[in-house]
């Protein structure tokens, strides 16, 4: 299976994860790119956009902002072809207290918008770099990773 890790970060949390992950597994790993990384603007123009179409397996990986997914990772979610046959990992990144004052309503978005172009959802996992489990949900997540790499 040829997987692919797509993420979008602003401050390096979210790329770290990615970067544990791929460190443990053959995923390739590319960054979506916009003109510019203020998250207050509302249509961000995307300067590199991964190419998908290779991949049967993608994670798609972004940081919550202002309690929704960033406008660079929507955007790029929006313009992507047809996902019809691929699995699709998420997870997200924030510093809210509670998954519910954000991260649960970004993932709701990204799984949406990934359903929407026909891709199959199979895990979601929320990382509140508050916390200090944080270090245990990113290792059960490179786990599960290693794991299947395994099989």
Do not use: C
């Amino acid at each position: 299976m040829k997987s692919l890790i797509v993420i979008y970060s602003k401050t390096g949390n979210t790329l770290s994860v990615a970067q544990k992950i791929k460190k443990v597994t053959d995923f390739d790993l590319e960054e979506v790119k916009a003109q510019s990384d203020d998250p207050n603007i509302a249509k961000p123009e995307l300067i590199y956009k991964p190419n998908v179409k290779p991949y049967n397996h993608l994670v798609f990986a972004s940081p919550v902002h202002g309690f929704s997914l960033s406008r660079i990772m929507h955007a790029y979610l929006k313009q992507l072809p047809d996902l019809t046959g691929k699995t699709v990992d998420l997870f997200i990144t924030h510093y809210f207290p509670y998954a519910w004052l954000g991260g649960n309503h970004t993932l709701k978005q990204m799984k949406s918008l990934v359903e929407d172009k026909g891709g199959r959802v199979m895990s979601m996992t929320s990382i509140n770099w508050k916390t200090k489990k944080r270090k245990d949900v990113i290792m059960k997540m490179i786990e599960n990773y290693k794991a299947e790499a395994k099989i």
